[in-house]
């Protein structure tokens, strides 16, 4: 399908009434690439030459409310096109230390070889007309998609920004290109000169996620351990050996990367699917602290989720999703180990009243199943244990934790005044209702609790 054809309808009649106004219009950036590669773009970035700013916003305005809303860049965003953004070709010049500290020169003018030259990727340095149904591609752009090249457009105007070491690394995962050698070590030069620290949280998470949520996140992963950027919590796990009848795969950064690619199979299916990718990254992070002389990394679970807490902190910032990811990396063992043993029913329910509000059985079960399969041993008898303790236990006794039968009202009926000791009497009643007791037995029980005082 011809790319002007994949935009909307009311987007292509933006196109044609600018076009009409005599501006050379263009569809620029990761349009273009994603329509190279065979994959419907999300997002389109328009790029008009030979129109005054004044111009461009009046034309805007004729289709709806319009606005200057990356007034730094000089980007107009139409609100019923809010997968479209609009631009007059610029100069960016580097004015200070940090991402955003650029001077900005629009000019309706400038040639689209100088006005390409500030773009990150040759791949991304794509220019196509719809009207004309040609490409301007003044840095072979195409060549290099159709090489599987990532190249940089020009080492001095890519180097003004340092964020574009992690672009590189999320576009390594996404596409599975290779990275062109100059450009590598444009990219650890960088790092080298301590240029990533000047990038804000929000910037790195943007990038972070689309490398976790790439078709294939190791190959991300490990360009950033080649050019020294990985977050010291990962770099450890490079040291860290492992049992080899375990894992003969080699040290936990190889488990890693394998049971990352494991679990980008089935993200889709989980409830959250950065989260699940976090959680695969980060299950073994304890490890480096833990493990022993012999490959044991007893506990590892337990320091891990204080670990993945650290890295979620730094990186995300997000409570919610810091909670799920922790408490998926402190269960990440839990669910094999009950399924290749004996467990009674109460201690299931436990788990699932533990894992209850932070994560779900389902997406412990796909961890649990990536994290089997990035050891590479047989463990078919493994996951075949896994899968009968998954369809027995959740079809006898659900999958989520049942709802407390008695609650703070009752207790308070008992002649208990608020505080503390409802706090802790509610808990025993749970116990009690998980452990098979029906709501009048454990009210019993409790009533008998403060009758003889031991409460």
């Known amino acids: 399908m011809e790319l002007m054809e994949q935009c909307s309808p009311l987007l292509q009649r933006v196109l044609t009434y600018l076009h009409d106004k005599k501006a050379k219009v263009y569809l620029v950036g990761g349009c273009v690439r994603d329509h190279l590669l065979g994959i419907r773009p999300k997002d389109f970035d328009i790029e008009v030459y030979g129109m005054r700013e004044a111009d461009l916003f009046a034309a805007l305005k004729q289709f709806g409310e319009c606005d200057l809303v990356g007034k730094q860049f000089g980007i107009y965003k139409l609100f019923k096109l809010p997968e479209a953004d609009f631009a007059l070709p610029r100069r960016e010049v580097l004015i200070g230390s940090k991402h955003r500290d650029f001077a900005i020169e629009v000019d309706p003018w400038l040639s689209e070889k100088e006005a390409c030259r500030r773009r990150d990727f040759t791949m991304n340095a794509i220019l196509y007309d719809p009207f004309t149904k040609s490409y301007v591609d003044p840095y072979d752009g195409r060549k290099d998609i159709q090489a599987g090249i990532i190249r940089a457009v020009d080492p001095h105007t890519f180097s003004e920004d340092p964020l574009r070491v992690y672009r590189l690394a999320q576009f390594t995962a996404r596409t599975g290109f290779k990275v062109e050698e100059a450009t590598r070590r444009l990219c650890s030069q960088i790092v080298a000169d301590g240029r990533l620290k000047s990038l804000s949280k929000e910037r790195i998470r943007e990038e972070y996620t689309k490398l976790m949520l790439a078709k294939k996140p190791s190959l991300g992963l490990v360009l950033m351990q080649e050019i ?17 009848d375990y894992h003969p795969e080699g040290s936990a950064w190889i488990h ?3 049971v990352v690619d494991e679990a ?3 993200k889709h299916l989980t409830s959250n699917p950065l989260g699940f990718m976090l959680s695969a990254l980060l299950h073994d992070v304890g490890k480096p602290e ?3 002389d012999f490959g044991h990394a007893i506990g590892h679970e337990v320091i891990g989720e204080k670990r993945a807490r650290q890295f979620m902190r730094a990186i995300y910032g997000q409570k919610k999703l810091e909670n799920y990811v922790a408490m998926n990396v402190y269960c990440h063992l839990k669910l094999m180990v009950y399924a290749t043993s004996s467990i009674r029913d109460k201690t299931y329910l436990k788990f699932l009243a533990l894992i ?3 994560t779900t059985l389902n997406d412990l079960y796909y961890l649990t199943m990536c994290d089997a399969r990035g050891c590479q041993t047989d463990v078919q008898h493994s996951l075949q244990a896994l899968d009968r303790f998954m369809h ?5 006794l659900g999958s989520t ?4 039968l008695v609650n703070g009202s009752d207790v308070m009926a008992l002649g208990v005044q608020p505080g503390p000791q409802v ?7 749970y116990d009690l209702q998980l452990g098979g007791h029906q709501r009048s037995g454990i009210l019993k029980v409790l009533k008998r609790r403060l009758e003889d005082g031991t409460e």
């Open 401 to 404: 934790a049942p709802q407390p």
């Open 356 to 358: 209850n509000g932070k």
């Open 256 to 258: 890693t990367l394998l």
């Open 228 to 244: 020294g950027m990985l977050h010291p919590l990962l770099e450890a796990l490079i040291h860290t050996h492992q049992r080899p």
């Open 392 to 396: 027995d236990y959740p079809s006898r």
């Open 423 to 429: 706090k802790a009497l509610l808990q025993e009643a």
């Open 264 to 266: 980008s199979q089935v």
């Open 290 to 292: 833990t493990t022993d």
